[in-house]
C-alpha cells in the first residue's frame, strides 16, 4: 500500500527556514518522479520543486535559488529545504508522486500524478 506522509511545516517569520519531508512506503523513491506542490486559500495548486528518477530536478520560478528538493534513499524520504521564506510562501505543501513522469512534467501538471500525502501547513508572517 502506497503513503506518503509529509512532516516539518510550521510558522516561521520572514527569512526564516523550514524543512519539510515526505515519508513514503510502498515503493522506492528512487524509482518515481517525486514533487512537491503548494495550495495558498483561494489560489490554484503550484508546482513547486520535483525530481525524478534519474535524479533531475527542477523548481518553480518563484522559489529558484531559495528552496531545495532531495532524497534519502535509506530512509525512503523526500525533503524541501526552504530558505529566506516569503509571506507568499504561505499555503499547505504537498507531496506527490508518480512513475515515469520527468521532473519538468510532474511540476507543469498536478494532474499527472497519482499519489499524495495529506499536507503540511506553512506559514509565514512579515
Known amino acids: 500500500q502506497v503513503q506518503l506522509v509529509e512532516s516539518g511545516g510550521g510558522s516561521v517569520q520572514a527569512g526564516g527556514s523550514l524543512r519539510l519531508a515526505c515519508a513514503v512506503s510502498?515503493?522506492?523513491?528512487?524509482?518515481?518522479?517525486m514533487a512537491w506542490f503548494r495550495q495558498a486559500p483561494g489560489k490554484e495548486r503550484e508546482g513547486v520543486a520535483a525530481?525524478?528518477?534519474?535524479?533531475?530536478?527542477t523548481v518553480a520560478d518563484s522559489v529558484e535559488g531559495r528552496f531545495t528538493i532531495s532524497q534519502d534513499y535509506a530512509k525512503n524520504t523526500l525533503y524541501l529545504q526552504m530558505n529566506s521564506l516569503k509571506p507568499d510562501d504561505t499555503a499547505m505543501y504537498y507531496c506527490?508522486?508518480?512513475?515515469?513522469?520527468?521532473?519538468?512534467?510532474?511540476?507543469?501538471?498536478?494532474?499527472?500524478?497519482?499519489?499524495w500525502g495529506q499536507g503540511t501547513q506553512v506559514t509565514v508572517s512579515s
Open positions: 506527490a508522486s508518480r512513475r515515469g513522469l520527468t521532473a519538468i512534467q510532474a511540476l507543469g501538471d498536478s494532474r499527472l500524478l497519482l499519489y
Open positions: 510502498g515503493y522506492s523513491v528512487s524509482s518515481y518522479c
Open positions: 525530481i525524478d528518477s534519474r535524479g533531475i530536478t
